[in-house]
């Protein structure tokens, strides 16, 4: 259980110095222990303290890493129940599973098919990041064949999921440097596969049968020494998998349980007898609280709107989506295409882009950090005023890209158009629709 606000005072230098944030070393305690401060915003605590410190300064869910590299998923690292109380870290991993005795042009077949499943949306790369091995014959050539060339040949991260120490070790010999996860230890086995994981360095799952099961192994496997796990209480019908779901994640967070301390694994594709019902199950856990949800295949309309959910669910609700500040080319622009400026808040770049994607005509299309803000929104708090988009645009660069002097603002910042032109001399500014959908039109019909 992580130390109260007091405690941790009590190992604080006290100088309150003030360069954490805060003014006392009693009120950087107070949000060290709720979670809201980092223990290295504190500059002269002593390293005896920041190793005892260290405890109260996680997270009350153990975030674990699967993989290495970039392509690393994490998950878990949480510290809320609801995301309107602060935010979701760690987006649910989505995983497809294999049978480890599919055959190798099979099994070409399907990584080349599933590592094209990735989509553009708002200036983020979606993809899923998973495979899960499964052993069905207990032949260690071929679950250890297959996890080598899933490692070497996909950017996948890899969960081997089999109960026999000496196949999980085959598998594991075989792709040890992309630190794949382990399922699974149960009673029976948790020793061995608690010292394969160990001594190997990757996280492992925990299987047991209920919630109330899973506490005498995780502290056994966490006195071995086993640091990195993932839970799964054994429930394979949706209600009381839910409902696990909801006790796991309350115990660490609500009752100081580090037990249960731990992000989830689930199996959609052990719950249904078809792909569409497996991802009604999947949207249901990726909302409550799974770290990671296993389908029985990837199929693009399956996966597509699993991975918008992910996105909105994981998406800090106190700050807006965005896109970075610039000037983006669409459908290959040159020196005489128009020009158009916009907010960076995501949704307006996400629209209007498709819109003017959309007309064919080759264009210029300025995004302006707004703080998040839409257009209307920028403008009611002075963020997308005429004098500020008119120093944006002259230090932009655009004026090197185009041999015009003309740019297209939005319909409903109409009103910014003098200030802009008082800003921007030469320039002239047009006013463009209201709608983005009439973008195309407007472009069409104006821009010769």
């Not at 993809?127 to 070497?152: C, Q, Y």
């Not at 506490?215 to 966490?222: A, H, M, N, S, W």
Request: glycine letters at 8%.
């Amino acid at each position: 259980m992580g130390l109260t606000g007091i405690q941790i005072f009590k190992l604080l230098p006290k100088t309150n110095c003030g360069e954490c944030g805060v003014p006392t070393c009693l009120a950087f305690a107070m949000n060290l222990a709720a979670g809201k401060a980092e223990l290295s915003a504190c500059p002269y605590v002593s390293d005896e303290a920041r190793e005892k410190l260290a405890e109260a300064s996680a997270p009350p869910i153990r975030q674990v890493t699967i993989g290495a590299g970039l392509r690393a998923l994490k998950i878990g690292g949480e510290t809320v129940m609801f995301r309107h109380e602060k935010t979701f870290y760690n987006p649910t991993g989505i995983a497809a599973l294999l049978q480890s005795d599919i055959a190798s042009d099979a099994l070409d077949k399907k990584l080349k098919m599933w590592n094209a499943f990735q989509y553009e949306r708002v200036g983020l790369n979606l993809r899923p990041e998973l495979i899960a091995l499964k052993d069905v014959n207990g032949n260690a050539a071929s679950f250890s064949a297959a996890a080598k060339k899933i490692a070497e040949e996909s950017e996948f991260n890899l969960v081997l999921m089999t109960e026999n120490p000496d196949t999980m070790k085959a598998g594991l010999d075989a792709c040890a440097f992309k630190k794949p996860l382990l399922y699974a230890a149960t009673e029976k086995n948790a020793d061995q596969m608690g010292s394969l994981a160990k001594e190997k360095n990757v996280p492992l799952a925990v299987k047991a049968g209920s919630v109330e099961k899973l506490i005498p192994l995780t502290d056994k496997l966490t006195g071995m020494g086993v640091k990195d796990l993932v839970l799964d209480s054994g429930s394979r019908e949706p209600k009381p998998l839910f409902q696990d779901q909801v006790v796991i994640r309350r115990a660490p967070l609500k009752a100081g349980n580090r037990s249960l301390g731990f992000p989830t694994i689930t199996f959609p594709c052990e719950m249904a007898s078809n792909l569409d019902v497996e991802t009604v199950l999947a949207a249901m856990l990726i909302a409550k609280y799974a770290g990671i949800v296993v389908l029985s295949d990837y199929k693009g309309e399956n996966l597509f709107p699993l991975l918008l959910e992910r996105l909105n669910i994981f998406t800090d609700p106190q700050r807006p989506m965005t896109v970075t500040q610039g000037i983006y080319e669409i459908n290959g622009p040159n020196e005489n295409s128009p020009v158009l400026v916009t907010t960076n808040f995501s949704l307006t770049y996400f629209i209007v882009s498709g819109e003017v994607e959309g007309s064919r005509v080759p264009s210029w299309l300025m995004i302006m950090d707004t703080e998040g803000l839409s257009v209307m929104t920028a403008w009611a708090a002075g963020k997308f005023s005429g004098d500020a988009v008119g120093a944006f645009v002259k230090k932009s660069g655009i004026a090197d890209k185009v041999a015009h002097k003309k740019i297209i603002i939005p319909g409903y910042a109409a009103s910014i158009s003098g200030d802009m032109e008082e800003e921007l001399p030469g320039w002239e500014v047009k006013i463009g629709p209201r709608d983005a959908s009439l973008i195309p039109k407007f472009l069409r019909d104006t821009w010769k």
